[in-house]
């Protein structure tokens, strides 16, 4: 094999390889995005239920202040009580919305073999697919042109383009279906 044959090969076996790994990169930075989203909507759950904690105690005083009889007590007690289960319901659920596990990247989901909800993204990742497919039989097309010692340089090209094309499409088919856009 000469060298250009074997700069072919390598380019041939390298496509697709490359397009792997720039959807794992993507997949981790997609998994990072949702975390921090995660976090931020759990630190602003907190913050709003000490708001309203604070709020409950102002007002508590205020009522003991202008309340002549422990009688007259008993409706803002109701209320302040009811504020202060309000709060805690609401930092409970945002700690049971906080999962610390660390999302791994499948082959299902590198290759987009879960449900879609919106049908633009099914058919976005149809067309993910044709790409796949036309990658691979371009890539057959190039190592029988190599094996043959005929040029490749243009099969290359394709092959890189159809790989660049299916990152594409994965990308914006994840995008179409994420919960933002619906």
Same mark, same amino acid.
Request: aromatic share 4%.
């Given at each position: 094999m000469s060298t250009q044959d074997m700069v072919t090969v390598s380019v041939a076996?390298?496509?697709p390889v490359v397009t792997a790994a720039a959807g794992v990169v993507s997949l981790r930075a997609q998994d990072r995005r949702v975390h921090r989203s995660r976090a931020g909507r759990r630190r602003l759950a907190f913050e709003d *239920?000490? $708001?309203?904690?604070a709020f409950a105690t102002e007002w508590w005083k205020a009522k003991q202040l202008t309340a002549g009889t422990p009688e007259a007590l008993q409706n803002?007690? +109701?209320v302040a009580n009811g504020w202060l289960d309000e709060a805690s319901a609401r930092v /409970? *659920? +945002?700690e049971q919305a906080e999962t610390d596990e660390? /999302?791994?990247v499948s082959v299902s989901r590198l290759l987009l073999f879960y449900r879609f909800h919106r049908r633009s993204a099914k058919a976005i990742r149809i067309g993910f697919y044709a790409a796949l497919g036309f990658m691979t039989s371009v890539i057959t097309v190039v190592m029988n042109d190599a094996e043959s $010692?005929?040029?490749v340089g243009f099969n290359v090209w394709i092959l890189a383009s159809s790989g660049i094309l299916a990152l594409f499409l994965r990308f914006?088919?994840?995008s179409a279906d994420s919960p933002d856009q619906r």
């Open positions: 076996v390298l496509v *239920a000490t $708001r309203q904690v803002p007690t +109701a /409970s *659920a +945002a660390e /999302s791994h $010692r005929k040029d914006w088919a994840v």
